[in-house]
């Protein structure tokens, strides 16, 4: 008898719970399809802890954010900056209550300010014309360079950016205004050098090229300015310093890297430093180039490593010393 009351108190209760669970599961459909009916989920938008809006698609308004943002290369827009970005909050929306996508879109950015990308060909460091695109820039140099223009060592390109769009120039006209032409100089016909004293470059054999330059590598020179070794149909117009492969080479000087590459022109891989002044020096026939037109570098920086590319026979650097594109004896300023 007692194991029959146990069993009807637990019926008893088993059925009040499933009432209840019943009754809750019932409370919650209704109160879902009343959601349903009145309200959309949906995304609360503020900037800068405000509220402005509501949207139902966040990623479609942010994605439209970013590429307001993003770069335009047509009108050479960099990026775009804004005061601030929005914040998102999903919540429930009254279902007579609009989203405002454009409202929030046009508030978002109504505080922005584009910055322009550029290129600038620089002379002895001076920003002179400003080109659109990098293709163009080298166009320049590049034209100029087959010209054989007298400041071609003296002419680099900088990527610029700016609040305001300069003034582009075409690449006909920078090539026709930064065009210089070459100064022939007369030269005198040397013997080859001693090994104790070597003056050449200009009948005088040397000129003030008003900078301090210092050893870019240290090593046996072994073929001095003005030789007509067996080796090359013409007088030398550098310096040879062997050193081992790989060894660094410093600039001689500070100034603007305005080529560093390979031209095929025998020189192998090398760099030319601008110091200003007209005044140039060339690193030949290195194995690593470790510096790019339009760098800037301090005296004594590594900008290269010795090796024997282009007509080369063995490991070294050559090194030349310009000014205003002729050649003078680097011994009368080193070594």
């Given at each position: 008898?007692?194991?029959?009351?146990?069993?009807?108190?637990?019926?008893?209760?088993?059925?009040?719970?499933?009432?209840?669970?019943?009754?809750?599961?019932?409370?919650?459909?209704?109160?879902?399809?009343?959601?349903?009916?009145?309200?959309?989920?949906?995304?609360?938008?503020?900037?800068?802890?405000?509220?402005?809006?509501?949207?139902?698609?966040?990623?479609?308004?942010?994605?439209?954010?970013?590429?307001?943002?993003?770069?335009?290369?047509?009108?050479?827009?960099?990026?775009?900056?804004?005061?601030?970005?929005?914040?998102?909050?999903?919540?429930?929306?009254?279902?007579?209550?609009?989203?405002?996508?454009?409202?929030?879109?046009?508030?978002?950015?109504?505080?922005?300010?584009?910055?322009?990308?550029?290129?600038?060909?620089?002379?002895?460091?001076?920003?002179?014309?400003?080109?659109?695109?990098?293709?163009?820039?080298?166009?320049?140099?590049?034209?100029?360079?087959?010209?054989?223009?007298?400041?071609?060592?003296?002419?680099?390109?900088?990527?610029?950016?700016?609040?305001?769009?300069?003034?582009?120039?075409?690449?006909?006209?920078?090539?026709?205004?930064?065009y210089e032409k070459k100064v022939v100089v007369r030269r005198t016909t040397y013997s080859a050098p001693s090994a104790s004293n070597y003056s050449a470059g200009t009948s005088s054999g040397y000129v003030d090229i008003g900078i301090s330059l210092i050893n870019p590598v240290s090593g046996v020179i072994t073929s001095r300015y003005g030789s007509n070794d067996s080796v090359r149909s013409h007088a030398h117009s550098g310096l040879d310093i062997a050193a081992p492969y790989g060894t660094p080479i410093k600039a001689a000087a500070s100034g603007t890297v305005t080529y560093s590459g390979n031209a095929g022109d025998g020189f192998g891989n090398y760099v030319i430093i601008s110091h200003g002044n007209g005044v140039t020096t060339v690193y030949a026939h290195c194995s690593q180039l470790l510096v790019s037109a339009g760098q800037t570098v301090s005296q004594g920086d590594v900008i290269a490593k010795v090796g024997s590319t282009g007509n080369s026979t063995g490991n070294h650097l050559h090194l030349e010393v310009r000014k205003n594109g002729v050649n003078y004896n680097p011994q009368n300023y080193v070594y």
């Open positions: 008898m007692f194991k029959i009351n146990i069993l009807r108190k637990v019926a008893v209760t088993t059925r009040k719970s499933i009432k209840l669970v019943i009754t809750i599961l019932l409370s919650i459909i209704i109160l879902i399809g009343l959601v349903v009916i009145f309200y959309n989920p949906t995304y609360e938008v503020s900037l800068k802890g405000e509220v402005i809006g509501y949207t139902s698609n966040k990623s479609e308004l942010q994605e439209k954010i970013n590429s307001y943002i993003a770069e335009d290369e047509e009108s050479n827009v960099a990026f775009v900056q804004i005061d601030a970005m929005p914040t998102y909050k999903l919540c429930l929306l009254k279902k007579d209550v609009s989203t405002n996508d454009d409202e929030i879109y046009a508030k978002v950015t109504e505080n922005s300010t584009p910055y322009y990308k550029y290129y600038a060909i620089t002379e002895d460091k001076k920003e002179k014309f400003y080109l659109s695109n990098f293709e163009d820039a080298e166009k320049v140099i590049d034209e100029l360079e087959e010209k054989d223009s007298a400041n071609q060592d003296e002419l680099g390109i900088i990527e610029k950016y700016g609040k305001e769009l300069k003034e582009f120039t075409s690449v006909d006209t920078c090539v026709s205004e930064l």
